[in-house]
């Protein structure tokens, strides 16, 4: 009697400690963190995916578990773009993730038709062109997300303070997406213009020698250089000439000082500065664009949303170089690199 009676007192206890080991194995999973895919146009260390993808997280992590498929469109070859999408879809499949993250022109292109077709709540950043190039927002009612526009006719207004003198700048260009959509969106494919006084030429280039040549040469007709996009610069490599590599080139050989469009852009080693976009404040944007759906708001309730305040940002070094003083007002408002 006593030893069945163990050997009941005993079965209880058996079962219970077994099913806290179940609870204890199936807790992480039932309280795993929702997913967000984000996909990435460029390399995951480019600088301006490294800003956008920070203030992701800071604002959604650790409610969301942050998953990254990098297209590596500005590096690669046009005809392996189509085999990016196709890994990122899989990874979209294989997640099914609470919201997608489409980072840049690249990857709206590229995946928006396949994801207007679910019910995957989208936010895009950083699109230069207008998203109905993309998708019909009529239809694609899952789509929504942050522009960007770079600030080209205040730079360019602002070139005159810094450089009384100036009548004609140089926008130089590659000629990847991003260049092309600001071409023919800011500058309607017109390239020679007149705009706040000053001549202004824009060149898209593709190639490296070519590059070189322009900044050479540019003191025979201007007075100052804005430097675009550059990541996609080819030499004798299918592949695209590291940006940081023709920014260094750029600021040691150039004859006059140069201006860019964005935070990357900028740097004792780079650009003099200039009025600039960052990929944080697009990150800052698109993630509350995110939360809010999350939290209930239908994408189609959401208008786009132009993250383009711009912060003036310059590089001391580069200023001492062409001898510019900050007017004081720009001075007050102003970053420095260095």
Not at 41 to 54: E, H, N
């Amino acid at each position: 009697m006593a030893a069945a009676a163990a050997k009941e007192s005993t079965m209880p206890a058996c079962l219970l400690s077994l099913l806290l080991v179940l609870c204890a194995l199936l807790r992480p999973a039932a309280a795993a963190a929702p997913t967000i895919l984000v996909v990435e146009s460029y390399d995951p260390g480019f600088v301006w995916d490294i800003a956008y993808k920070a203030a992701l997280a800071e604002r959604l992590q650790p409610a969301y578990q942050l998953s990254y498929v990098a297209l590596d469109t500005k590096r690669l070859p046009p005809e392996q773009h189509a085999a990016m999408a196709d890994r990122a879809w899989a990874a979209y499949l294989r997640l099914r993730p609470a919201l997608v993250i489409l980072g840049d022109d690249a990857a709206l292109r590229l995946l928006a038709p396949r994801l207007a077709a679910t019910a995957t709540p989208v936010v895009y950043l950083g699109i230069n062109n207008n998203p109905r190039a993309y998708f019909d927002p009529a239809r694609a009612r899952n789509i929504t997300g942050v522009l960007e526009r770079p600030l080209v006719l205040r730079n360019v207004a602002n070139v005159r303070l810094l450089l009384p003198r100036a009548r004609r700048v140089l926008f130089l260009l590659d000629t990847d997406v991003t260049s092309t959509i600001l071409y023919q969106e800011i500058f309607h494919g017109n390239p020679h213009q007149r705009i706040e006084g000053l001549d202004v030429d824009v060149k898209l280039i593709g190639t490296w020698r070519p590059w070189q040549n322009e900044v050479l040469g540019a003191a025979r007709q201007y007075d100052a250089i804005f430097i675009g996009p550059a990541q996609a610069l080819r030499d004798d490599s299918p592949r695209a000439k590291p940006m940081g590599d023709v920014m260094r080139w750029t600021a040691a050989n150039t004859p006059l000082p140069t201006f860019g469009l964005w935070d990357f852009t900028v740097g004792p080693d780079a650009a003099m500065g200039g009025l600039v976009l960052s990929g944080h404040d697009q990150g800052v944007a698109a993630a509350g664009i995110a939360l809010k759906i999350l939290g209930g708001a239908a994408p189609s309730t959401i208008y786009p949303v132009r993250a383009e305040r711009g912060t003036f940002l310059f590089s001391r070094r580069q200023l001492r170089r062409f001898g510019i003083a900050l007017p004081p007002d720009i001075a007050a408002q102003s970053k420095f690199t260095d």
